[in-house]
T-cell receptor
Framework: EDKVVQSPLSLVVHEGDTVTLNCSYE??????LLWYKQEKKAPTFLFML??SGIEKKSGRLSSILDKKELFSILNITATQTGDSAVYLC?????????WGAGTKLIIKP | GVTQSPTHLIKTRGQQVTLRCSSQ?????VSWYQQALGQGPQFIFQ???????GRGNFPPRFSGLQFPNDSSELNVNALELDDSALYLC??????????????????FGSGTQLSVL
């Protein structure tokens, strides 16, 4: 059964810290791995990863995929209070879109 | 953008409900998700050019329609208390040939919060 597992489920850090969020997966037909940020209700797009070992960056956020070990990480450097949100990792696989439970990140001032 | 209606809805057990989604113009897929409090979205199904092309582990009382005018519906019959959740829709495009389709970036709506009493 295809599944996505995120860790940790919750994380509290101070402003300025660097965080690493983890996503591991089991999939029969990999198409892509997705990272989204959910602040209130509508998740917003961060990254789509299809190739192993190629880091994608957007400002203070970056992500990389390891298709051999079946995991991805999302890094956020110099965290700000506006980074507080639930971060969702999802998988496009075999006519299904499967999501992990999310990591709830809280940034304290 | 992607819009959903209504934003909130209260129903009683056994009733039927229709949730609506207006996709971003030019998109050919719409997918629907159920998100319980504190959990990740659970994939219900995806529609591609008005036909269901993928379904998660949900019973047949969850059904959908996609219309050619960028609108879609999620219908839930015989509501149960456990159906209380945030229902999200997302639109996008499917790329790639038959046998290896892949979703491009998904755009989510703000959801409908359904409470079943």
């Amino acid at each position: 059964e295809d599944k996505v597992v995120q860790s940790p489920l919750s994380l509290v850090v101070h402003e300025g810290d660097t965080v690493t969020l983890n996503c591991s997966y089991e999939v029969t037909n990999f198409r892509s791995l997705l990272w989204y940020k959910q602040e209130k209700k509508a998740p917003t797009f961060l990254f789509m990863l299809t190739s192993s070992g190629i880091e994608k960056k957007s400002g203070r956020l970056s992500s990389i995929l390891d298709k051999k070990e079946l995991f991805s990480i999302l890094n956020i450097t110099a965290t700000q209070t506006g980074d507080s949100a639930v971060y969702l990792c999802g998988m496009d696989s075999n006519y299904q879109l499967i999501w992990g439970a999310g990591t709830k990140l809280i940034i304290k001032p | 953008g992607v819009t959903q209606s209504p934003t909130h809805l209260i129903k009683t057990r056994g009733q039927q409900v229709t949730l609506r989604c207006s996709s971003q113009s030019g998109h050919n897929t719409v997918s629907w998700y159920q998100q319980a409090l504190g959990q990740g979205p659970q994939f219900i199904f995806q529609y591609y050019r008005e036909e269901e092309n993928g379904r998660g582990n949900f019973p047949p009382r969850f059904s959908g329609l996609q219309f050619p005018n960028d609108s879609s519906e999620l219908n839930v019959n015989a509501l149960e208390l456990d159906d209380s959740a945030l229902y999200l829709c997302a639109s996008g495009n499917l790329r790639g040939g038959q046998g290896a389709p892949a979703n491009e970036k998904l755009f989510f709506g703000s959801g409908t919060q359904l409470s079943v009493l």
